[in-house]
């Protein structure tokens, strides 16, 4: 190798380098810069990332996916042979009908089902307008209304829309016994950059997420039923007992025994958020039966759950055509049943108790 000096400058210039090593030392150098810029991008990630409300819930278990796939595949089997008898009619009118709908369906599968209820009873196709006016998840149960008309739909929503519909729910639960007879519970609520509804902390609502949609606030109260198979006494207003408020600012601590228990609670939301129950149950320390997603427990004293155990039990509002009050129940599962015979019979029935709401308002 002959060293050549450089025109101009004081440094020599080295000549006769191999090409391979030249196209080594590139490759070396590029290598080091795509290093340099990934360390970069990644950090950039997390400081976006950490710009971000952080969720106080968390993520489904992994055990989740796979019993939702096979869940999922199961209701989809039993939805497409689903079908409706005048027996699951909880209220009907001109303008609505209401059915109790089972656990494991998915609720398009009962509008169809409604559809050709009501297509064999007139003997022809005149209902072209039917509208699902509340959504349940698929394994939840309980009352499902339909409208008649796109007109009665959109004022019917915009009921639900302004909280104007007093919505009542059944949870089995199985977690940490409560202290407490009555909750309310304040929180935010939203999608995780994993894409699973997550509790956030009531101050967050209005803060963005990744991916571009925002924390909304949420709000159920609750009250237990029955713990462990015992009616729990509801405390008189002389006993000076007070309902009992969580505002979510960080993570659960756990208000309750040690010991795990059956509890039954009764869910009121004021909010209409995707799984709301659900969610203030397992952050509560009380997660649904069954709600493997929110860390319900799958089995339980030797069974195997296939679904969560929530059931809608009743729904009030101002009928949008007459402007009445209407107040319709459905029969209580028989999950509840058993831990409920105790209980308040005008406001809860099995399958086999008549219902006073329902009888009140049926036409």
């Known amino acids: 190798m002959t060293i050549m000096p450089l025109v101009g400058a004081r440094c020599p210039l080295l000549v006769g380098i191999s090409k391979p090593l030249l196209q080594f030392s590139s490759m070396a150098a590029e290598a080091h810069g795509s290093r340099n810029s990934s360390e970069i ?14 969720p106080l819930s968390p993520p489904p278990p992994l055990i989740s996916k796979d019993v939702e796939l096979n869940r999922a595949l199961t209701a989809s089997s039993k939805s497409a042979l689903f079908s409706l008898s005048r027996e699951d009619v909880l209220f009907e009118d001109e303008w609505l009908i209401a059915v109790n709908k089972p656990q494991g369906i998915y609720c398009e599968s009962v509008l169809s089902a409604v559809r050709n209820l009501l297509d064999a009873d007139r003997g022809d196709q005149t209902n072209p307008e039917l509208h699902l006016s509340n959504r349940l998840d698929r394994d939840t149960s309980g009352v ?23 919505k009542t729910y059944i949870a089995f639960c199985v977690g940490a016994l409560p202290k407490w007879t009555n909750m309310v519970i304040k929180s935010g609520h939203g999608r995780s950059r994993h894409g699973a509804w997550r509790v956030y902390a009531l101050s967050d609502a209005g803060r963005a ?14 009250e237990v039923v029955s713990v462990n198979g015992r009616e729990r006494t509801r405390p008189s207003p002389a006993s000076g007992e007070s309902v009992e408020r969580i505002v979510v600012e960080g993570s659960a601590e756990v208000a309750g025994e040690v010991e795990n228990g059956e509890v039954v609670v009764r869910a009121h939301p004021r909010s209409g958020r995707t799984h709301q129950i659900r969610l203030h149950c397992q952050y509560l320390g009380i997660p649904i039966r069954g709600d493997v997603k929110y860390d319900g427990v799958y089995k339980w004293n030797g069974k195997i759950y296939d679904g969560h155990e ?16 209407v107040s319709i129940c459905a029969p209580l599962p028989l999950w509840a049943c058993a831990d409920i015979l105790n209980c308040e019979r ?18």
Do not use: W
């Not at 005008?346 to 006073?356: A, G, H, I």
């Open 209 to 222: 997420l990744p991916g571009g949609s925002c924390i909304r606030d949420m709000e159920t109260s609750f």
């Open 144 to 166: 499902t209304i339909v409208t008649k008309s796109h007109k009665v739909a959109a004022k019917l929503v915009k009921a639900f829309t302004d909280h104007n519909v007093k």
């Open 346 to 363: 005008e406001n809860l029935r099995c399958s086999t108790l008549p219902c006073l709401l329902c009888l009140n308002t049926k036409m």
């Open 310 to 325: 929530l059931h809608a039990e009743s729904l009030s509002f101002e009928h949008p055509v007459t402007g009445r009050p």
């Open 41 to 54: 991008q990644s950090e950039d990630v997390r400081r976006s990332l950490a710009n971000y409300p952080v």
